[in-house]
């Protein structure tokens, strides 16, 4: 077992048999909760003893906290530990858990961006196409002005 290998303090092992023997693969998922009151565990995930690789392996790094809990799910029966880091969902950039939360600002902020981005865009269309009216307004009142001078100074 490497050294760096940080589990949380409550290991488990759970074992269930029936009339033909020991069970350890399951039909459905299992969810297991594990106490860990010392805090918040972002990087933590329910891992098994792996018997073959004599190995602590993560099962479930999307947990659920409840309290001094958190809860994964498992669809075999062996030895349970959290596994508090190396292996979770929390902290670095992959998420296994397909938490949105940070995509879902992202898009939003995106979003109202390129909204803020076409309103700047019609109201300076709408100040050109106004000045550029209001310019031709005043040639053509202008010249009517001159023409009506010029015509009252024929007559």
């Known amino acids: 077992q490497p050294a760096n290998i940080k589990l949380g303090s409550v290991i488990i092992d759970i074992n269930l048999r029936n009339e033909f023997g020991e069970v350890t693969q399951l039909g459905e998922p299992l969810e297991i909760c594990l106490e860990q009151p010392?805090?918040?565990?972002?990087?933590?995930?329910?891992?098994?003893?792996?018997?073959?690789?004599?190995?602590?392996?993560?099962?479930?790094?999307?947990?659920?906290?409840?309290?001094?809990?958190y809860c994964g799910e498992t669809n075999h029966l062996t030895s349970f530990a959290l596994l508090l880091d190396g292996g979770g969902g929390g902290g670095g950039g992959d998420d296994p858990c397909n938490s949105n939360e940070a995509d879902y600002i992202f898009v939003w902020l995106s979003l109202a961006a390129v909204a803020l981005a076409i309103c700047c865009i019609i109201l300076m269309i709408l100040i050109v196409e106004i000045r550029f009216r209001k310019k031709q307004y005043e040639r053509t009142s202008s010249f009517n002005r001159m023409s009506s001078r010029v015509s009252q100074h024929m007559q």
């Open 38 to 69: 010392d805090g918040d565990v972002d990087d933590a995930c329910l891992s098994f003893f792996n018997t073959e690789t004599r190995r602590w392996e993560c099962e479930d790094e999307c947990l659920e906290k409840v309290g001094d809990q």
